[in-house]
């Protein structure tokens, strides 16, 4: 089994001999670096010192510090009809909460975000497919405008803009202006929020008794749980139903399962507490592909949807190439190298967007061209082209420290749409995955 690791790109490297092999082509001034190195389980600690801001890939400052900001919120209600004007994009799949980037340089999409940005400065995100009738998913994600920059560059019209994921959609009916640009009627959905499934049989002194714990006190603790559970003995379902439709106990679930693939490397103290906002804010990090992501969207309900995505996050342990099934990575390499967390979404000068989920480590992947430290998407890093060593997939960048004191030195920032997670089950077999709802 290969691994990519910097340390090879060292002549030296203090690496088996044997277990390294360095080859360099020069393609019109391109260069090719395909290494033999390390087996992926001598390999099991991260680096220990970790100095970079990991507000700065939030602030998207590729993009330019300038941008003009914009304040307030939209919120439409819940299952109304709205008229939205839609943005098809390939690869994405909108989730509320979600910062997404836009490099616009059609002059039908500038035009129509002028316009956005006269009213509510709202507009729709819909993933774009074949297989969708009209050729956009049927259901979508608002997205309101929180920063925007027009310019004009030699006569060429660029637009930049910064998003925020607000509410799910429906759509109901697309109509095509004369100018190309698509509108929406769509009804807006709602998130309904399960109660307390043993709301009804407490006694009072549950939440007074409950007002007084501390603060800190988690749904694990022993007490705690025994009396959250106390009053199921007087109903005919055991105290594992009532658990499976408690919110509070499905969030610590999967926060144990998220310390489990990042390894430390995750804040909690910045991850939404409201298990709507929590649920949405799994499912944006999850490296699942586009009608994966799409089945989480349509669920309406947040238990749901987090009873999913544990089932998910249990099953799944290896990332893989999307196109040719080789494995890429372990799920204990992903980190967070942003406050939005291990995934977030960023934009090239062309203006394609790509979902990249960074690790600290990779394999089965060679480097194309040399480090370039324009548009970076984490400053202070150069990045370097990837891509798979089996079927040559772009699978997404490299990003080197360009400063000695730096840390982490090195990591792998992969794209979303170029990875398949594994999944296992019971016999030690993968297979793909489907959500329980």
């Given amino acids: ?67 003009e900001e914009y304040s307030g919120r939209t919120i439409h209600d819940d299952e109304s009809y709205v008229t939205l004007p839609l943005m098809p994009l390939n690869n994405v799949v909108l989730i509320p909460g979600q910062t997404i980037p836009l490099q616009l340089l059609d002059p039908r999409k500038i035009s129509m975000m002028r316009h956005v940005l006269q009213k509510d400065r709202t507009f729709g995100v819909v993933s774009v497919g074949q297989d969708f ?17 027009e310019n004009d560059e030699n006569g060429l019209e660029n637009m930049k803009i910064k998003a925020m994921g607000r509410q799910r959609f429906k759509i109901m009916d697309i109509s095509r202006q004369t100018d190309g640009n698509m509108v929406a009627k769509v009804q807006i959905l709602p998130d309904k929020e399960i109660l307390d499934p043993l709301h009804g049989a407490r006694m009072n002194s549950y939440y007074k008794q409950r007002a007084l714990l501390p603060h800190k006190q988690t749904i694990f603790d022993s007490r705690r749980r025994k009396n959250k559970l106390l009053e199921s003995q007087f109903t005919w379902w055991p105290p594992w139903v009532y658990q499976m439709y408690d919110s509070e106990y499905l969030m ?13 490397s995750i804040t909690f103290s910045t991850i939404p507490e409201r298990p709507s906002d929590f649920s949405f804010w799994v499912a944006s990090n999850i490296p699942i592909n586009d009608s994966q992501r799409l089945l989480l969207l349509k669920v309406n309900s947040p238990i749901q949807r987090m009873r999913c995505e544990l089932d998910l996050l249990k099953k799944c342990t290896l990332l893989c ?13 992903v980190f967070c190298m942003s406050l939005d967390g291990p995934m977030a979404a960023y934009v090239n000068p062309g203006g394609y967007i790509h979902e990249t989920l ?27 082209i990837i891509q798979c060593r089996h079927c040559s997939s772009h699978m997404g960048w490299k ?9 982490p030195e090195k990591f792998w920032g992969l794209t979303r749409s170029a990875l398949m997670p594994s999944m296992s089950k019971e016999g030690g077999e993968t297979t793909s995955w489907q959500p329980i709802l």
């Fill in 321 to 333: 190439c999307k196109r040719c099934g080789h494995q890429i990575a372990n799920k204990t390499d």
């Fill in 399 to 407: 990003f080197s420290a360009t400063k000695r004191k730096l840390k």
């Fill in 252 to 264: 610590a679930l999967i926060k144990e399962e998220l310390r489990s693939w990042y390894e430390g």
């Fill in 133 to 149: 009738e009209q050729g956009v998913a049927s259901v979508g994600t608002t997205a309101e405008i929180y920063s925007v920059k």
């Fill in 358 to 384: 960074t690790l600290y480590r990779a394999q089965n992947l060679n480097l194309i061209g040399r480090p370039s430290k324009e548009n970076s998407w984490f400053p202070g890093y150069a990045w370097t």
């Fill in 1 to 67: 089994m290969d691994e990519v690791h910097d340390e090879d790109f060292d002549s030296s490297s203090d690496s088996e001999p044997e277990a390294q092999e360095n080859i360099e082509m020069n393609i019109n001034d391109w260069r090719i670096n395909i290494r033999g190195v390390e087996d992926h389980e001598k390999v099991k600690k991260r680096p220990a010192k970790f100095n970079f801001d990991p507000s700065l890939p939030t602030a998207h400052s590729y993009l330019g510090n300038d941008l």
